[in-house]
């Protein structure tokens, strides 16, 4: 579970770990705002099938099998988050196709880019 405070109220909000990076409404406030990242977890793409995966850094360099493909995997090595997204110059947009969480640059507001997730446009 992902523990945090409501930027605007201050109520303490529980989310699965999934949720990370992804929007929300405060159920006290009701602003919008997105879920911080777990920073001590290793985020990566099945190399068989492209499932999303979050797995701790425990695992980095370890086997493991894929839920979706069930295909044999090595979770990448654990890269610490050095800088946030809006510090390098980047705006977060949550893809309305697949959820995906794009970074784009700052310039890129207002135009349409292409998910490298699934292909769909967004509009940033």
Same mark, same amino acid.
Request: hydrophobic letters at 30%; glycine letters at 8%.
């Given at each position: 579970?992902?523990?945090? $405070? ?8 529980? *989310?699965? &770990? ?13 602003? &919008?705002? *997105? ?10 793409? !099945? ?7 979050? $797995?701790? %850094?425990?695992? +980095?360099? %370890?086997? +493991?099998? !894929?839920?979706?493909?069930?295909? +044999?995997? $090595? *979770?990448?090595p654990f890269k610490p988050k050095t800088e946030s997204p809006s510090a390098s110059g980047t705006v977060? $947009? ?20 292409? !998910? ?6 967004v509009q940033t």
């Amino acid at each position: 579970m992902i523990e945090f $405070v409501c930027t605007l109220c201050g109520e303490r909000l529980n *989310v699965p &770990d999934h949720f990370a990076g992804r929007p929300y409404t405060c159920t006290k406030c009701h602003i &919008d705002g *997105v879920v911080p990242e777990r920073h001590d977890r290793i985020k990566f793409h !099945c190399t068989h099938c492209g499932q999303h995966l979050r $797995v701790p %850094k425990a695992y +980095a360099g %370890k086997k +493991a099998t !894929c839920p979706k493909c069930k295909q +044999a995997l $090595v *979770v990448p090595p654990f890269k610490p988050k050095t800088e946030s997204p809006s510090a390098s110059g980047t705006v977060t $947009v949550v893809c309305p196709m697949c959820n995906g969480i794009l970074h784009p640059s700052k310039a890129s507001k207002g135009q349409m880019i292409t !998910c490298p997730n699934c292909n769909g446009y967004v509009q940033t």
